[in-house]
T-cell receptor, first 114, second 114 residues
Framework: AQKVTQAQTEISVVEKEDVTLDCVYE???????LFWYKQPPSGELVFLIR??????QNEISGRYSWNFQKSTSSFNFTITASQVVDSAVYFCALSTGANSKLTFGKGITLSVRP | DAGVIQSPRHEVTEMGQEVTLRCKPI?????LFWYRQTMMRGLELLIYFNNNVPIDDSGMPEDRFSAKMPNASFSTLKIQPSEPRDSAVYFCASSLTGGGNEQFFGPGTRLTVL
């Protein structure tokens, strides 16, 4: 069985602060894929990043960065110099092998105050 | 290219009525997914199709729910009869291929059953 745990439920920061959103996953498969999605107040789900289990290289995209560590089964997401527009619910998700099913975590509500 | 299109965006109905939700996936995508989002259960996969064929419907809550994909550009999710506990946001998503490819979500249909 596969599982995604986002232990943080709500985070509140002041604009320009850095913030890290944690994600821990469980799977027995050696081939798997990890994702982050953003759900802003408008409600749509926006794809942010996909990582496969064979690529532990960290990734940076503008103010966003992702740290994948297989040793701790974690795929954490950092927003540098947060902005009010970053306020949203962020979901971490997992799929395994050839299976197309996405298992989502419960989500983290991030509030960025001006 | 247009994203995933869902209709209606909002639906309010009375208990016992039939509800039909519609989805048009991104052109060329072979996989289509139906998800439900509630506060209690989060995001959960109901069913997914590959090349119009249902592959996994283990997430469909009960016989009142049914989904069809008559062609590559259209899918429906039907609830008959509807119940108040079906109130949720229903998302449709599509992906180019399976096996870990990123899924792109539609804007969702907010269903309220009175």
């Amino acid at each position: 069985a596969q599982k995604v745990t986002q232990a943080q439920t709500e985070i509140s920061v002041v604009e320009k602060e850095d913030v890290t959103l944690d994600c821990v996953y469980e799977t027995r498969d050696t081939t798997y894929y990890l994702f982050w999605y953003k759900q802003p107040p408008s409600g749509e789900l926006v794809f942010l990043i996909r990582r496969n289990s064979f690529d532990e290289q960290n990734e940076i995209s503008g103010r966003y960065s992702w740290n994948f560590q297989k040793s701790t089964s974690s795929f954490n997401f950092t927003i540098t110099a947060s902005q009010v527009v970053d306020s949203a619910v962020y979901f971490c998700a997992l799929s395994t092998g050839a299976n197309s099913k996405l298992t989502f975590g419960k989500g983290i509500t991030l509030s960025v105050r001006p | 290219d247009a994203g995933v299109i869902q209709s209606p965006r909002h639906e309010v109905t009375e208990m016992g009525q039939e509800v039909t939700l519609r989805c048009k996936p991104i052109s060329g995508h072979d996989y289509l997914f139906w998800y439900r989002q509630t506060m209690m259960r989060g995001l959960e996969l109901l069913i997914y199709f590959n090349n119009n064929v249902p592959i996994d419907d283990s997430g469909m809550p009960e016989d009142r729910f049914s989904a069809k994909m008559p062609n590559a550009s259209f899918s429906t999710l039907k609830i008959q009869p509807s119940e108040p506990r079906d109130s949720a946001v229903y998302f449709c998503a599509s992906s180019l291929t399976g096996g870990g490819n990123e899924q792109f979500f539609g804007p969702g249909t907010r269903l309220t059953v009175l």
